[in-house]
């Protein structure tokens, strides 16, 4: 861990003698979830359900069919859902889940699922945790994010994981949309 770790508030890591070490807070958001082993499960059902209290979000999950564009192939774009790349990893799994969701589609209709994800990595900043629920058949999966990126909307590249990871990602700067957020999570509990 880095110094001086969890037992200090990220705002005062500046001044670690000034500070008051804090313990570990309660979270209710967290009760019920217990550890798990990537290695407990194998092939899994796709999540159906996307929730994150920190943003406000809470929205049904589609599959995104692949689009036969006579010179190339592409994923069609979620429609007022958030799209799981059906490629891509199932919760619980060893992998990465990909999940895509418009900031705001003003011409086409197509939702705004992700309109409150920029304001992921300012509550990260500020050593928040953000947890993410993913719904399955199966039952719920814990995710907590830990990073945050924004690449070029052509340097975007889905890659896999060894570990049971999560990337949501959506399209930033708004009424410019040329760049891509990726928010990233790891898997932390099941219930």
Same mark, same amino acid.
């Given at each position: 861990r880095l110094f001086p770790g969890e037992s200090i508030p990220f705002q005062d890591w500046a001044y670690p003698w000034a500070a008051e070490p804090s313990l570990p807070t309660y979270d209710p958001l967290t009760d019920g979830f217990l550890p798990i082993e990537p290695s407990a499960f194998a092939s899994l059902s796709p999540a159906t359900r996307v929730s994150i209290p920190a943003i406000g979000l809470d929205a049904d999950i589609g599959e995104l069919a692949i689009l036969d564009l006579g010179y190339a192939r592409a994923?069609? &774009? =979620?429609?007022?859902?958030?799209?799981?790349? *059906? /490629? @891509?990893?199932? *919760?619980?799994?060893?992998?990465?889940?990909?999940?895509?969701?418009?900031?705001? @589609?003003?011409? !086409?209709? /197509?939702? @705004? +699922?992700?309109?409150?994800? =920029?304001? +992921?990595?300012?509550? $990260? !900043?500020?050593?928040?945790?953000?947890?993410?629920?993913?719904?399955?058949?199966?039952?719920?999966? $814990?995710? /907590?994010?830990? &990073?945050? %990126?924004?690449?070029?909307?052509?340097?975007?590249?889905?890659?896999?994981? %060894?570990?049971?990871?999560?990337? $949501?990602?959506?399209?930033?700067? !708004?009424?410019?949309? %040329?760049?891509?957020?990726?928010?990233?999570?790891?898997l932390v509990g099941f219930k």
């Open positions: 994923y069609e &774009t =979620p429609k007022n859902v958030v799209g799981h790349i *059906p /490629e @891509s990893a199932n *919760p619980g799994e060893a992998g990465n889940i990909w999940l895509f969701g418009h900031l705001e @589609s003003l011409i !086409r209709g /197509e939702g @705004s +699922i992700f309109h409150n994800l =920029p304001k +992921i990595p300012g509550l $990260l !900043r500020e050593g928040q945790r953000v947890y993410i629920i993913l719904e399955t058949p199966q039952g719920e999966y $814990l995710y /907590e994010a830990g &990073t945050t %990126d924004v690449l070029h909307e052509t340097e975007l590249e889905l890659y896999q994981e %060894d570990q049971p990871t999560l990337t $949501l990602v959506t399209c930033v700067p !708004r009424l410019v949309y %040329d760049h891509r957020l990726l928010v990233t999570a790891e």
